[in-house]
Every structure is written in C-alpha cells, then in structure tokens.
C-alpha cells in the first residue's frame, strides 16, 4: 500500500514545529477553513476568508487580517504545482483556559497537501437526531461528526445525516445537503453551517437560471424529492441514492449541471 503523502505544515507563515501545535493538540479550541487549491487559485477564496474573519472574532474576540491569512497561504502553497487540498486553522497559544473571555491573538496554521481524486459512487447515508453546538461556525469540535458517521457505517450505510428534534434535516457529517424536486434545487431551512461549495452552488444556479431555495425538509417527507447530494470543499458534488429507507434517482445529468454551476465560479488567485 503507497504511503500518503507527508502535508506541509506551516504556522504563521514558517515551518511549524512540535512544540508550536502542543496548545492546540491540548486546547482543541479553534475553527479552520478547508479549500482545494488548483493552478495557485480557489474557488470562494473571498468567501473563506470573510468566514475566517467572522469566526476568529466570535470565538476569541479578536479581529485578524485576511491579507494576512493570504499571505500566509500564498506562502505555504509556494512553487507547488498540483492541485492541494488546504486546511487553515485559527487557534491561539496565548489562549488561557482559565480566563476565556480575553481577547488573544489568532495563530495560523496551514496544512498542505496533494487533493485526493473524489470518489464519484453515491454514498447511501443515515440520519441522527443532532445540532452541532455553534453550527454556523466550522470550528474543530469534530467528534460528534465522526462518531455518528460510524455508527452509520456499523448499521451498513456510508455516512450520517443529522435531523433537529422534529426531524427535519439540517446538514450532513461533514457537508451540506441538497434535494432536487424536479424544477429546481431545495436546501434544508435549518441550523447548518453555510458552506462555501453550497453557496458557490447557489451563485452558478443563479447564473443558470435554476431554482434555488431553502426550506424546512421533514425527513417524513423527503421521498417526495427526486434526487439529493452532498457538497463540501473535497467533493463539489456527490450523489446520494438513500438516506434510511428513502431511494432516490443517482441522476447523472443533473450531476454534471450542479458540477457546472460549481465550476462555473472562477478561481480566484491566491
């Protein structure tokens, strides 16, 4: 089995050592962006760094340059040619536990490595009644996520999706959800993180002319939908052919639409 790829790890636009990610293995207390980088440019790159400045001030109460935050990148992607998959993580060392209501100085950590190819087989995914906590935030309380994706995996499904207390659908593990009733795309009206890859779904929509809208979806009644996906920053489109006992059409016309309304987003350079 090939080994996987060694990412490049950077804090503050330098080499990261050991003992910089000591407080953040300790702490985990944090929020981060995910991004695939191709030919020095991202899709949503503006779109990510307004969601990095937003978070850093809610959770530390401290603004942070986003042309820093791109220099940062620039630096860390620097004479890499292929496509990358990117992780920017904003926590702080100067964070104290024992007294979180001061303001404290971002750090940032970016991680580099080759994209893997996105699997294109729909996924079959099973639901859970769970909100994140702050689900607007990407922040780096994972363990919910991953937990529950295991459970659905052990029940025989490929991943989980997560219902509020009256059942209706918010988000999945780790990406946004979307439906197709036949005339257009519905997204769940419910505590979710806005995604970029969603909301650069919605931009090409838009430009196509194709309905787009968000509204509350009862899992009670999501069979009267025609197909579904997931969207994230690795897989712009994926198809999802169950959720529970639900079945739905793995439309491959419709997937190649929602991947050009993905793309038709220009990359913007680093």
Known sequence: MPESPTPKVELNGSAATAADLRHLVQTNYGHFSAMRVQDGGVRGLDLHLARIAASTLELFGAPIDAEHVRSCLRHAIAGNGATLSVRINIFSRALNRD???????????????????????????????????????????????????????????????????????????????????????????????????????????????????????????????????????????????????AEFEVDTTLEATLLECHDSNTLQTV
């Open 99 to 245: 007294n979180l209501t001061a303001a404290v100085e971002p750090d940032i950590l970016i991680t580099a490595m080759p994209a893997a190819t996105p699997d294109p087989a729909p996924v079959r995914v099973k639901s859970f009644r769970y909100t994140r906590t702050l689900a607007h935030v990407k922040h780096v309380g994972t363990f919910p996520l991953f937990h529950y994706r295991r459970l659905a995996q052990l029940a025989g499904f490929d991943d989980a999706v997560f219902v509020d207390e009256n059942d209706c659908v918010e988000e999945g593990s780790i990406w946004n959800i979307g439906f197709f009733d036949g005339d257009g795309i519905v997204w769940p009206d419910a505590p979710q993180l806005t995604g970029v890859s969603m909301q650069l779904l919605q931009a090409g929509l838009a430009r196509r002319g194709i309905a787009s809208s968000m509204r509350t979806v009862g899992l009670d009644s999501i069979d009267r939908f025609r197909s579904a996906f997931f969207t994230n920053s690795g897989t712009a489109v994926r198809m999802i052919s169950r959720i529970d006992d």
